[in-house]
């Protein structure tokens, strides 16, 4: 059966409930993330209510809805996902931080809400976002170790994901490419780097966190790296079609800066073509799985189906 056919045929309820899902592991997140990172009170007080600000500020957790559906594909325990959950979250959320600040995207909203430099200022700002990231690496970092993966092989997963060839890369190229005619290999090569890492990475991470086999990470890189794809090509729908309201961050900031999207280069019903078979592609992926990858079926189609 084609992977288009597998997904528009109807799901049972009773078989799996995504929302329950989500919302039970954003809970879980949560209450990790308020235990791993240092309360308000904690000296520096400033940079620890910052940090909180933008972590707490509610955020999808689709990373971490990843990290814990790859880990449950692999027969995995939440237990032992859940710092590496937290330190995608971390990770990303400081990319967030940075991206708003007015070197970057200059963006005056998130999540629904000012935007880290709006409430404290600038230098905080980046600092909040420096310690972040340094956050989800001092989470990997006192991780219980598994028997297939040690902590260096976690710690240069993230390492990657988020360096100078991957996110920053993508940024990089996303920063020099404004007001630049962009190629759609160009446009490509930006939210591979910019987008689909760190969702990738998450997958790996979920996978890794159970054990998984050869096969099994290769299966969930090849799944991650297109979901992550499609992500971002959603993304780009988004920025045209949606308002700022039901985003929480300002929509059509992309045309406004001349940046390059999907639906610019190759207009609306091509991106959301483009976005279903980077889909479809994801769900062939899991095909090793055997239909042991529901969570991570059910998130593929929800990401392809997201309004914010
Ligand atoms: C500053 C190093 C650095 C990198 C910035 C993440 C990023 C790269 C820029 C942010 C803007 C953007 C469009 C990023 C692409 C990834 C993306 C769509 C992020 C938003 O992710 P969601 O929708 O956000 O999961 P929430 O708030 O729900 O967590």
Not at 176 to 182: L, P
Not at 280 to 294: E, M, T, Y
Request: glycine share 6%; net charge positive.
């Amino acid at each position: 059966m084609s992977a288009s056919k597998q997904r528009s045929s109807p799901r049972q309820p009773s078989q799996f409930n995504l929302e329950t899902f989500v919302a039970s592991s954003t809970v879980s997140v949560n209450a990790a993330l308020d235990q791993l990172i240092p309360s308000e009170k904690t000296r520096p007080a400033t940079i620890h209510k910052a940090m909180r600000y933008s972590l707490f500020a509610g955020g999808k957790r689709m990373r971490p809805a990843l990290v814990l559906a790859a880990a449950a594909a692999c027969g995995g325990r939440v237990a032992d996902a859940m710092p590496l959950a937290c330190a995608v979250e971390c990770v990303h959320t400081y990319s967030l931080v940075h991206d708003d600040l007015p070197a970057m995207d200059n963006d005056d909203y998130r999540r629904g809400k000012l935007t880290n430099h709006k409430v404290f200022g600038e230098g905080i700002a980046v600092l909040a976002g420096d310690a972040l990231l340094t956050q989800a690496f001092e989470i990997a970092a006192l991780a219980k170790s598994w028997p297939r993966y040690s902590h260096r092989d976690i710690i240069l997963e993230i390492a990657k994901a988020s360096g100078s060839l991957q996110l920053i890369a993508g940024q990089v190229a996303d920063l020099e490419g404004e007001g630049k005619k962009t190629s759609a290999a160009q446009l490509k090569y930006i939210h591979e780097r910019k987008t689909s890492a760190l969702l990738c990475c998450s997958a790996r991470l979920g996978g890794m966190s159970a054990n998984c086999s050869t096969a099994q990470l290769t299966a969930l890189t090849d799944f991650g790296y297109n979901v992550g794809l499609a992500f971002q090509v959603i993304d780009d729908i988004l920025d045209v079609t949606q308002t700022s309201e039901k985003l929480g961050k300002t929509a059509g900031k992309d045309t406004k800066a001349q940046k390059a999207t999907y639906p610019s280069i190759v207009g609306l019903e091509k991106s959301r073509k483009i976005a279903a078979q980077l889909t479809d592609k994801a769900f062939a992926a899991l095909k090793p799985f055997k239909g042991r990858a529901v969570e991570l079926e059910a998130l593929a189609e929800f990401l392809l189906k997201r309004e914010s």
